[in-house]
């Protein structure tokens, strides 16, 4: 499906666009750089770019520098914004403790997210980050840019802020790291007027929805992962700016159960693409697996010896539901005790297909503090269509949102309000029937307790009798 | 919507804390107007802030409401 944006979209061109020269961009050597050292000692950072990763310490030393070598009146916050940043992590680790002050009222005109307030509680030792405000910038959908566009972000930040950024914070926004208050709104301008770029979610709203690759570029995407992730974005424009939840909340779109952006982990509503018919089967590819002549995984574990690929051991073995046999040399799939793990089609890519009939599972409650440990999100909607509008997915977020903002606690993530009140609440709240597949381990817990209205009939058995013999 | 900004401004203003949690701003509400919708409180709220009578105050992870004015309303 072709993509139709909903506003015009101008072609951004780093030639017009861009703030530096080649010669300000590329201002130090290498042996400038080998040279160099920041104004403050920093032993512990310096430790951290040992070892055989990349390091931060060593690209904010690159950044440092080349702060240093531009014209003063080329940046609108202070030179040395990387240096003390630097200075003051040192310190950190020092102390055993951050120096990080969060929060405020800091922010865009009209917006209750996107700007996370920041401050040094070192800024005599450290002023060029009295402030070090934190803008998070909506990424597209499946983080697609051109070069023009990169680095014309990357001139902006460099002009109005730090010049450091993340690529990605864990919701999936590009973060701008650390500016001053003054330069939020000019700096928020040019994204909307000047690149056609918002901001994403922070606070009690609706975080940047984040999808995976998707039809774009993957074989194996049951739905369109980036249409839903862009019409989602703009039909809950309301819910991502403007702060009304009790706590955040997260949208993720999986293609299918390999789970790219971890929907399953981390969003509160995971959408993950999954086929209703069978897998579909190559046979002849599958001999060519079993001959050796495809490598198995698509090469991907290549960089080693593992012997002989062994379908039963590898494959058939490995089936979660053990669904799968070889009769006669020919792969048979029993499709109904499929779990759609994704397994056997990772590992033989050219012999086995998702199906065709295609739509989303929905999973809900997934969160990941660091403090309690992760939480996964349930399975309760095993299937449903997504083509566009979405009028069915709009529905069901809108019954969950006005249940959750009803009697949400504040800072209750969604998945802990279920857990409060239960699944069979959570169930009537959707008006969905209870089903197997919605336990919290498929198939290993039978009990789902139903009302008696729901029976029909009914039933006479009574609680109390019940007691009598099985005492709690 | 009128009523509904007013409930929220005497709220912000009679309110020990200098900010609040929307969900404690629509209680208020509640008080005053019975079956005020969540949504309607919403729009009041945005309305408010963006005549400058209301701010967010956001920690990062969570966002409150308070009036502007009250309590910390310059940086830190
Ligand atoms: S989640 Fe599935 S469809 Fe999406 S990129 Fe990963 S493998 Fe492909
Ligand atoms: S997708 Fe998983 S559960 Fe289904 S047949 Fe393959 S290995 Fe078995």
Known sequence: MAFEPREEQKELKYDELRIYSDEELNNYTEEELKNFKIKHDIPMCDDLEKGP??????????EALHRKNLAKDRMMIDCDVVEDTLGQLEESFVDGETHWKHGGIVGVFGYGGGVI?????????????????????????SKFYSS?????????WEYRGSGLMNFHGSTGDIIFLGTFTEQLEPTFYELGHVLQQDLGGSGSNLRSPSCCLGKARCEWSCIDTQDMCYELTHYYQDELHRPAFPYKFKFKFDGCPNCCVAS??????SYIGTWKDNIRIDQEAVQ?????????????????DWGKFDIEKEVINLCPTNCMRLEDGKL?????????????????PRALRPGTDTGCSILFGAKAPILEGAQMSMLTVPFMRC?????????????????????????????????????????????????PQMVKEPRSNPYIFWKEEDVEGGWDRKIEDYRIKHMR | MEDIK??????????????????????AVRKVLPDTKARAVKKAATALINEEKLIYFSTGSTTMYGLKGRGQTEDF
């Open chain 2, 6 to 27: 007013k409930a929220i401004l005497e709220f912000a203003e009679k309110t020990k804390k200098t900010k609040f949690y929307f969900n404690e701003m629509e209680k």
């Open chain 1, 53 to 62: 990763w990349p390091s931060f310490v060593a690209d904010s030393k690159r």
């Open chain 1, 288 to 304: 060519a697996y079993i001959g050796g002549e495809i490598p198995p995984n698509a090469g991907a574990h290549a960089g080693r």
């Open chain 1, 332 to 348: 048979v799939i029993n499709d109904k005790e499929c779990t759609r793990c994704m397994h056997c089609i990772n590992v033989m």
């Open chain 1, 387 to 435: 083509e566009p509008p979405y009028d069915n997915i709009k529905e069901l977020v809108e019954k969950v949102w006005d249940w959750w903002m009803e009697e949400g606690k504040n800072r209750e993530r969604l998945g802990e309000l279920i857990q409060r009140w239960g699944v069979p609440k959570f169930l009537e709240v959707l008006d969905l029937p209870p089903m």
């Open chain 1, 148 to 156: 023009d566009y990169l680095r014309s972000i990357c001139d902006l």
């Open chain 1, 117 to 141: 307030g920041r401050y040094s509680d070192l800024q005599k030792k450290f002023p060029s980050i009295a402030h070090f405000h934190t803008m998070r910038v909506n990424q597209p959908a």
């Open chain 1, 264 to 269: 399953i982990a981390r969003a509160d509503m």
